[in-house]
């Protein structure tokens, strides 16, 4: 079993910022890629910033600039600055791992709600 969980979230109002958190638990060999989705009310899910082993970042072109995504060993977080209530949404944590019995997983946390007011 493998587990992820967030934490952060929350109510801040427009130009506020976030920090959400993700740690990955349990039979995990090696993780390649980490990465922070969000689905809003009526919408599809969608990537906003993911972070590979390695360090390479890619982020959705509406969070350029404003958020920041890291992580260490098997965890990831992301720092989210200049919020707008179009970044409102159910914020879920995704990580690519290999298991220890060497499976390729795509694992996903419950999520965490943001919500930003105006």
């Known amino acids: 079993q493998v587990q992820l969980v967030e934490s952060g979230g929350g109510l801040v109002q427009a130009g506020g910022s976030l920090r959400l958190s993700c740690a990955a638990s349990?039979?995990?060999?090696?993780?390649?890629?980490m990465g922070w989705y969000r689905q809003a009310p009526g919408k599809q899910r969608e990537l906003v910033a993911d972070?590979?082993?390695?360090?390479s970042t890619n982020y959705a072109d509406s969070v350029k600039g404003r958020f920041t995504i890291s992580n260490t060993k098997n965890t990831v977080s992301l720092q989210m600055n200049r919020l707008k209530p179009e970044d409102t949404a159910v914020y879920y944590c995704?990580?690519?791992?290999?298991?220890?019995?060497?499976?390729?997983?795509?694992?996903w946390g419950r999520g965490t709600q943001v919500t930003v007011s105006s």
């Open positions: 349990g039979i995990i060999f090696s993780i390649n890629a």
């Open positions: 995704n990580a690519n791992l290999l298991t220890t019995g060497r499976s390729t997983v795509s694992s």
């Open positions: 972070i590979t082993r390695g360090g």
